[in-house]
Structures are given as C-alpha cells and as structure tokens.
C-alpha cells in the first residue's frame, strides 16, 4: 500500500522517520510509527505508536492503547505458530513490529466490561522467524516491544 502524504507528515511530526503498513481496522487504515536509525535499525522508544487514517484525517494511538489495537481481518494474519505458542499467555496477541529479523507480537489478556485490562506483570511476546515462533516473557519481552 502507498502511505498517503498526511501520514508520512504526521509520523514526521511526532519525530519518527519511519512508516509501515500494518493492516485495517474497519475502514481505518493502520500504520506503525517508528524511528530508525542511519543503520535502518529501530531506535528504542518506548511503547509504539499507531497512525489510523480515514482517507482524509489521522488519529494517533499510543502506548498500551497501541500494543492492544485490535486490526481487522484484512490487516496482518497472526500465524497458527504463534497462536500456539501464546497458548496460556494471553488472548489478545497483536502485530507490534519487525525488529532484528523477527515479527514481534505482544501478547495480553482482554478488557473486562469496564473496558479496564486486568493486571498481567511483565509484558509477553511471541517472535517469529522462519515459520518458528518463541515466547519471551519478562524483563526480556521489553527489548522487543
């Protein structure tokens, strides 16, 4: 997909120079915002941000907002592999980025019906490289979130 001028613009804005297409939430379009460094590699920024954009305006989602977005059917697939290897993690297992080779997923649980997450501890990930999907949980899982 050709990232449309506004987003790129609004990515700049928030002082990243990278954009990647992640997928489709309803009618929304999805983009991931990064910085990345003259080596191409991700600078650490903390928790992601997403772009929506509706064909004429962006919204921005942030921090764990952004870990949880959910991305709709025609957006990315999470594979079986790591499906199964969240198994017992979680339910809620989104697409956060590529980083170092790898898909990296977040793994977390649902919002109740007071729409709050419940308590989990350290974050959970799922890599995946190779049709091989590997759980990192911990103090660990924040060097790929």
């Not at 992640?22 to 191409?40: A, P």
Request: proline fraction near 8%.
């Amino acid at each position: 997909m050709k990232i449309p001028q506004q987003v790129i613009e609004a990515a700049q804005y928030e002082g990243c120079n990278s954009v990647k297409y992640l997928g489709k939430n309803g009618t929304l379009d999805v983009f991931g915002i990064s910085e990345v460094d003259d080596n191409g590699r991700p600078v650490p920024v903390g928790l992601p941000t997403l772009v929506l954009w509706d064909g004429e305006t962006v919204e921005f989602v942030c921090g764990e907002d952004a870990l949880h977005y959910p991305i709709g059917e025609n957006g990315i697939e999470i594979p079986q592999q790591v499906k199964e290897a969240a198994e017992g993690m979680g339910t809620v297992i989104t697409y956060v980025h590529h980083l170092k080779g790898y898909d990296v997923y977040c793994v977390g649980t649902p919002r109740d019906e007071n729409g709050d997450r419940p308590p989990t501890g350290l974050p959970m990930a799922v890599l995946f490289k190779d049709g091989k999907a590997t759980p990192v949980v911990g103090v660990d899982a924040f060097k790929w979130l």
